[in-house]
């Protein structure tokens, strides 16, 4: 069965620091891809950074980096210099190559930035 | 930048009537989805859309339950006679490709309120 798992149903972060969201996932699919996806108070989601289980590199996207650890079966979310625009629930999601494209996703995490 | 819309953003109904939700994906993408979430809760998969028929539904899909891409452009999301617990917002979703680094892009969602 495939499942992903945010243990962090909310966070605090003061602005300008960075911030870690944590993400679990477990599947038998050897070809797999995790999303993130950031959900403002307006209900959008957000699209934020791909990690594919393959790649060689931890992906990067601006101030979003994602900590990749195969073998623990972890995928965080890091954001650094954290804004107050920041502040949103954050999903993590998984999708695999024996599926239909569909995203399985976690519970959430709110992230709220302090000033 | 090319985005998916949905149409209403918010629509209520009454229990047992019928409901259709509007959604125009990207142009150029092949692979369609919704997703719904309940209020505070995660996003949970209802079905994904390929080469006009459904290619994967969850149990949540139930007969009640039916998309149609009609034409080139919309795909629909069609509750035949809504409940109470339907009430949730519901997003659609596209991609270009079923798996690999192609983004799947959510549009903004509308929001179902069933009195």
């Known amino acids: 069965a495939q499942k992903i798992t945010q243990t962090q149903p909310g966070m605090f972060v003061q602005e300008k620091e960075a911030v870690t969201l944590d993400c679990t996932y477990d599947?038998?699919?050897?070809?797999?891809?995790l999303f993130w996806y950031k959900q403002p108070s307006s209900g959008e989601m957000i699209f934020l950074i791909y990690?594919?289980?393959?790649?060689?590199q931890n992906a990067t996207e601006g101030r979003y980096s994602l900590n990749f650890q195969k073998a623990r079966k972890s995928a965080n979310l890091v954001i650094s210099a954290s804004q107050l625009g920041d502040s949103a629930m954050y999903f993590c999601?998984?999708?695999?190559?024996?599926?239909?494209?569909?995203?399985?996703f976690g519970q959430g995490t709110t992230l709220q930035v302090k000033p | 930048e090319p985005e998916v819309t949905q149409t209403p953003s918010h629509q209520v109904t009454q229990m047992g009537q019928e409901v259709i939700l509007r959604c125009v994906p990207i142009?150029?993408?092949?692979?369609f989805y919704w997703y719904r979430q309940i209020l505070g809760q995660k996003v949970e998969f209802l079905v994904s859309?390929?080469?006009?028929?459904?290619?994967?539904k969850s149990e949540i899909f139930d007969d009640q339950f039916s998309v149609e891409r009609p034409d080139g452009s919309n795909f629909t999301l069609k509750i035949r006679s809504t409940k109470l617990e339907d009430s949730a917002m519901y997003f659609c979703?596209?991609?270009?490709?079923?798996?690999?680094?192609?983004?799947?892009?959510f549009g903004p969602g509308t929001r179902l309120t069933v009195l």
């Open positions: 979703a596209s991609r270009r490709a079923s798996y690999g680094t192609d983004t799947q892009y």
């Open positions: 599947t038998s699919d050897p070809s797999y891809g």
């Open positions: 990690q594919g289980s393959y790649d060689q």
């Open positions: 999601a998984l999708t695999t190559s024996g599926n239909t494209g569909k995203l399985i």
């Open positions: 142009s150029n993408h092949l692979y």
């Open positions: 859309f390929y080469n006009n028929e459904i290619s994967e």
